[in-house]
């Protein structure tokens, strides 16, 4: 089967393209991208402002009413300056990727339908999990109630800004459905990109499969048949060179994550912490339904945002460990030893998975039960600390 592209990979061969269109194609399109930016700068500012109201009237009551809320605000502004600054070198990936990629379309029907099933699987799975995230962004809207249990801009409004507070107010909280959106743009555009590298790491493995299988040639000629070790050549270095340029691929996304792993992974993590104790801290305390609402749904979609994480660092290792698992199978002892060089360069290639880590930790199922296990403790901790001074 030739490996020839006359075409390069397009937007409608993409399997994850429904992904691609909600977190990419609409949250960078125009209008959207330019209400980001406006958001970003009016958000940065009120958290400025609202510490500085913090400090200059600080009370051990106050932070802890109002910190939670406060540290969920800055992981917000954190991820729109991310996703703004990522913006560039993100699009110029997913064009470049276009040139290599390969399509479903170099298998058979049964082959190429057998994947794409599996994909829209994931797919549909992934977006049937991000579900509560509509159900935050509903329960926030403002018809539902005011934020003054739990946010402490409008009082900050209220001092700084007297009658003109409620345009700044309204402003607010009309954006906090989009906030949503925000927060889970960065976990799913990581996973987006991998699950990219998951689909063509599996056509690879599939290439890989049908790379000697020839039912018309006899065993006992085989070795000496030209034209079958020239055809297993070609089909190795087509191989070889689309998991090279499938790692540089990956490397590039690692490369840009890991630069941004100490401040957004740190900042999650406290933002956790913080989340933890505040709902500790309400448990016993009279508080409205809708209230009740927020603090339940915006708990479910911090674990799914960890969740997503998690999801994409296990999905990078498993599948890149996949392409060894694939070689083995391989009839290498029919091959001759040029193509044997070849085969054995391919497997040291491709011995180790890529994994994402940073300060000895690897993104993964196991890190994301060590965060919500180290975030819990520190929230108890905090909580009976504060309850053995009263």
Sequence with gaps: MSMTRSKYFQDSDDPFSFIRKIFIDYGYSKKINYYN?????????????????????????????YGG??????????????????????????????????????????????????????????????????ACGIVLLPVWGDFTESHIFPQVYKAYFGHWSPIFYYFCISSYPFAVYTSIRLPAIALYLFLQAHFQIVLLNQKILQISKNNDLDETTIFENMEYQKTIYRNLRSCISQHVALQKYITRILVSIQKAIPVYFCLAVLC?????????????MSASNHFKARIFVSGVCGSLILYTFTEAGQLLADTTGDIFNTLMQCPWYYWNIKNRTV????????????K???????????????????????????????ESKY
Excluded at 103 to 112: E, G, L, P, Q, T
């Design 343 to 354: 085969f054995m360069i391919f497997m040291l290639h491709s011995l180790n998975p890529l």
């Design 356 to 386: 994402i880590d940073w300060g000895g930790f690897t993104l993964g199922y196991s890190f994301g039960g060590a965060v919500i296990r180290t975030c819990c403790s520190y929230a108890v901790g905090l909580y009976n600390l504060r």
């Design 37 to 65: 930016r406006v958001t970003f700068t009016f958000n940065t500012c009120s958290i400025l402002l609202e510490s500085y109201y913090m400090i200059t009237n600080f009370s051990l009551d106050l932070f802890v009413r």
């Design 272 to 284: 956790l912490i913080a989340v933890i104790f505040f709902v500790l801290n309400n448990l016993n």
């Design 69 to 134: 809320a406060l540290s969920l605000m800055l992981y917000h502004v954190v991820t729109q300056f991310l996703v703004i600054a990522k913006q560039k070198s993100l699009e110029q990936l997913l064009e470049e990727s276009k040139s290599y990629f390969w399509k479903a379309d170099i298998f058979n029907s049964s082959v190429k339908n057998q994947i794409l099933k599996s994909c829209n699987h994931m797919q549909r799975k992934f977006c049937l999990l991000w579900t509560p995230f509509v």
